[in-house]
């Protein structure tokens, strides 16, 4: 696991027992991903998956995907948590909090910052 995937499920909320990402096995609390799924009556919502395994593989996917459309990490986490329902900002700032004493800044591409371990 990359330690941007971990900063991300602790931004969310994923380690907090009882949070909607814990319940959903969803640690980067995405919408859409290959195990979600949703209820028909709600089709956008926060996606429901398997098990914790596949919650994980599915945030790192989309991490890859948005290091394969050559985003830094600003961008990254602006398509992650929109200012449309996110304070985009804060939440940037408290990941680069996540990564000091790491060589990340908001304009590291995120190739590079998926290269960085979680902590054990």
């Known amino acids: 696991m990359t330690k941007l995937a971990w900063l991300i499920a602790k931004e969310e909320g994923f380690f907090k027992p009882g949070t909607l990402p814990q319940r959903d096995h969803n ?38 995907i948005y290091a394969q459309r050559g985003l830094n990490l600003e961008q990254a ?5 929109p200012p449309t329902e996110n304070n985009s900002a804060v939440y940037l700032g408290n990941i680069l909090s996540g990564f000091r004493g790491d060589p990340v800044t908001a304009q590291t591409p995120l190739t590079a910052v998926l290269l960085i371990p979680a902590p054990v």
């Open 77 to 81: 986490i602006y398509e992650w948590a």
């Open 27 to 64: 640690p980067g609390d995405l919408r859409h991903s290959p195990h979600s799924l949703h209820d028909p009556g709600a089709p956008d919502a926060i996606g429901e998956i398997d098990d914790d395994a596949d919650g994980w593989a599915d945030e790192e996917r989309q991490l890859t």
